[in-house]
């Protein structure tokens, strides 16, 4: 466990490619996505924040923090990262997406050797074959600058990252811990 991160677990998007469904509350192999990504995130951290805007009675039975957007009308990833983010006690954070059940057991340690190797403001990992811009690891005192870039109508997480000192943790030696339920059919991909 890492004292010094927090992980913010993003569940609050309107899983239009799932038909609408909660994609954190599907279930996947017996429990909801959600619980799964909790499993193996939660030895690497100190504490977890969950991003959630709908179904929030349910996610509260998982015994971690509610956060919901303060803006209105799901505007992304990052509304969720800078509402959650605020609430956050360490200072590095750690995003990991609701949909993504086999995360690495050691995502945290790559994440912040490659930042710390590189001297970098934010960590992502990169699966070999592209880069998981919702895995990422960043430097707390990044969110004043995430919400002006919100509040200027911005919202691609990939833009944000580029305008900092950057940098990837390799994970091109399991790729399949990257795969996400992104398919009404509930199969990973």
């Given amino acids: 466990m890492n004292r010094r991160i927090t992980a913010i677990i993003l569940a609050g998007g309107r899983g239009s490619r799932m038909g609408g469904a909660d994609k954190g509350l599907i279930d996947f192999e017996g429990r909801p996505l959600v619980a799964h990504v909790i499993e193996r995130i939660a030895p690497q951290v100190a ?11 349910i996610y509260e039975r998982f015994g971690y923090p509610l956060v ?9 990833p990052l509304a969720g990262i800078v509402a959650a983010g605020r609430r956050a006690e ?3 954070i750690c995003v990991v997406p609701c949909d993504t059940p086999q995360l690495p057991e050691d995502l945290v340690s790559r994440l912040s050797g490659a930042m710390e190797k ?64 992104n398919r009404p059919d509930h199969r990973l991909s």
């Avoid at 504490?47 to 009675?57: E, H, P, Q, T």
């Avoid at 919702?134 to 990252?161: K, N, P, Q, T």
């Fill in 118 to 181: 590189q001297d970098a403001e934010i960590a992502l990992a990169h699966d070999g074959g592209r880069s998981q811009q919702l895995c990422l690891l960043f430097r707390w005192g990044l969110l004043a600058d995430m919400a002006h870039y919100l509040d200027r109508g911005e919202r691609r997480v990939i833009s944000w990252i580029e305008s900092h000192r950057w940098t990837t943790a390799d994970f091109s030696d399991r790729p399949e811990s990257f795969r996400n339920l």
């Fill in 47 to 57: 504490g977890i924040l969950i991003s959630a805007n709908r179904n929030l009675v």
């Fill in 90 to 92: 360490t200072g590095l």
């Fill in 68 to 76: 919901s957007d303060e803006l209105s009308d799901f505007q992304g």
